[in-house]
């Protein structure tokens, strides 16, 4: 396979185009503008979110929160261009696949980190060997299936040894989280390493540093002047990320000025009324976002942990809730269509997305069917109505997120057949209790790390997925494994469609509504981007 990155000749993988696109909302907060994108003068920018960061440590984290800092402060061999889909060198000299089991990155001589630390091969090296071996229930180790070993032949070469040859995902997988390369010097081998040592030892490799860290309440960040990666350098003198307990008051931030950027999460109605304001301007993106609830395998029902496992029962269970749900209902009573009806695992816009839950539940054209779901349940022998336990997160998908919930919690109460305990814990507790099964079913969304239908199939239905839900099927396991090395498209894409198909009779997630990532920025502040990787990176930030 002869697929070569290099920093001259940037030969790309080549992906498909996306239906769903995201808004960007641009507001007249901050100071004046500057011409050209500006300079590194002048006063920091301000970002303000509601999301929340679960650990600055890439082997810990699998969430949007924590993406978001750790892409603008640790480097990463190979990215995406702000614009671009194609997967090219960033930290890299060059990356290609040397043989078919072996991907061989080169780096530039003479890197260092923020902290004056030589960055050679032994950071990349450790940073992927730790996170198979932290392999932490909120990281993202899972994706990490096919690599067998890492060499480092000399300071400046990686060889990653792939268990399976002809990969066509690993080097889109080293765009994501576990791609971030750390430094060997101050993280631990065996641990997840606490933010403030991180900060305090300055182990930075991307566009910028930290210079202050106060957990989910503000960071300020620094243009790295050691960094040489693919990305253009800083043109702000700096960035401050401001956590914001209430979207409301988000929102008021961007209408007194108080903030110049606002990304994540606003809900539908503060998007219409700032869309409304003449100092706001709308930018378009790209989309991939999904939003759906979990089954944990072994707690839902009847699970395989409960004093009433049944495994039938179980998935009546499931497929009754799947039913019921009226996704229509929800994407415009909710989110003003902002999102809309999904139908199965892999969206609208990714080669091979199918419906293939449209015609297996409900009333066989996206509706709900509440005798067909009485019907499931009776078939089972499962008594009704079913006490099901649903939980949600009321701060790290949005606002909306509870009316969302409520409305499902209806949807399952009125057909009579359910009794539904919805509860809501704040993310930070979340991500903890979600991965201890606590939740017997319980919401999650998804944005995906890389421009890849297998990225919405390997971390979910994988066996030691990254959901931890139980869910394993050895037929399935294989079905993945074999999309994931096939080089010819059109039988790819098949593979992925009769993924969907299988995954769909099982249920162990509940796909419900597809969308896009909103941010809302000033009037004078230039080159906001929501790039093809679904990133929002602050270096072409300026004001």
């Known amino acids: 396979m002869s697929l070569h990155h290099s920093k001259r000749g940037r030969i790309g993988l080549a992906i498909g185009a996306f239906g769903a696109s995201a808004l960007l909302l641009a507001g007249c ?66 990356a290609e696949f040397t043989s078919p089991t072996q991907y061989t990155v080169t780096l530039p001589e003479g890197l260092k980190w923020a902290n004056g630390n030589d960055l050679t091969s032994s950071d990349v090296k450790f940073s992927f060997d730790r996170n198979l071996a932290i392999a932490d229930p909120n990281g993202a180790s899972s994706l990490l299936y096919n690599l067998d070993s890492v060499e ?42 606490p933010d403030d040592e991180i900060v305090d030892a300055n182990a930075f490799g991307g566009p910028y540093t930290i210079t202050s860290y106060d957990f989910n309440k503000t960071v300020e960040f620094t243009p790295n002047e050691e960094y ?89 269970v499931r497929q009754a809730v799947a039913d019921l749900v009226d996704r229509e209902a929800i994407s415009e009573q909710v989110y003003k269509g902002t999102y809309t009806p999904l139908y199965s695992y892999v969206p609208e816009g990714f080669a091979g997305a199918t419906e293939a839950l449209k015609g297996l539940y409900g009333d066989g054209e996206g509706g709900p069917d509440a005798e067909k779901a009485a019907a499931t349940l009776e078939a089972a022998g499962v008594e ?43 993310w930070v507790q979340y991500s903890e209790d979600r991965t201890a099964d606590v939740y017997p079913a319980y919401q999650l969304g998804w944005f995906p790390d890389y421009s890849d239908a297998d990225n919405y199939l390997t971390p979910f239905f994988l066996t030691e997925n990254f959901l931890g839900n139980h869910f394993s099927d050895p037929e399935v396991d294989e079905m993945i494994l074999a999309q994931a090395v096939e080089p010819d498209a059109d039988a790819r894409t098949q593979m992925i469609e009769d993924i969907q198909g299988a995954v769909a009779e099982q249920l162990s997630t509940l796909p419900l509504l597809q969308g896009a990532q909103v941010a809302v920025a000033g009037t004078g502040v230039d080159g906001v981007i929501l790039d093809a990787s679904f990133k929002f990176r602050f270096a072409p930030l300026t004001k």
């Not at 750390?182 to 390493?193: I, K, P, R, S």
């Open 152 to 193: 480092t032949p000399d300071e400046t070469t990686v060889v990653f040894n792939l268990k399976t040859a002809n990969d066509q995902v690993f080097p889109f997988i080293l765009t994501s989280f576990p791609g971030a390369i750390v430094d060997d010097e101050v993280f631990a081998a065996d641990a997840l390493t």
């Open 384 to 426: 009704t109505p079913v006490a099901l336990s649903l939980q949600y997160s009321p701060d790290h998908y949005g606002p909306s997120s509870g009316d969302e919930y409520a409305m499902v919690k209806s949807q399952l109460e009125e057909s009579g057949l359910f009794t539904v305990d919805l509860k809501s814990t704040e």
């Open 228 to 316: 040489q990666g693919l990305l253009d350098a800083p043109v702000n003198s700096g960035v401050i990320l401001s956590y914001f307990a209430e979207s409301s008051n988000l929102k008021l931030a961007v209408q007194e000025g108080d903030v110049d950027v606002a990304y994540r999460s606003l809900s539908a109605t503060d998007v219409d009324d700032l869309s409304g304001n003449d100092d706001v301007q709308i930018i378009d993106g790209p989309g991939g976002e999904i939003r759906y609830i979990v089954f944990n395998f072994n707690t839902q029902p009847y699970g395989a942990t409960t004093p009433e496992a049944d495994e039938e029962k179980a998935l009546a």
């Open 29 to 94: 907060a901050g100071g004046g503008g500057t011409d050209n994108g500006g300079d590194a003068s002048g006063e920091p920018l301000i970002v303000g979110t509601t999301d929340k960061v679960t650990t600055l440590d890439p082997a810990g984290s699998y969430d949007n929160g924590s993406l978001a800092v750790q892409t603008q402060v640790f480097p990463y061999l190979v990215n995406t261009d702000y614009n671009s889909n194609e997967v090219v060198p960033d930290l890299a000299e060059s």
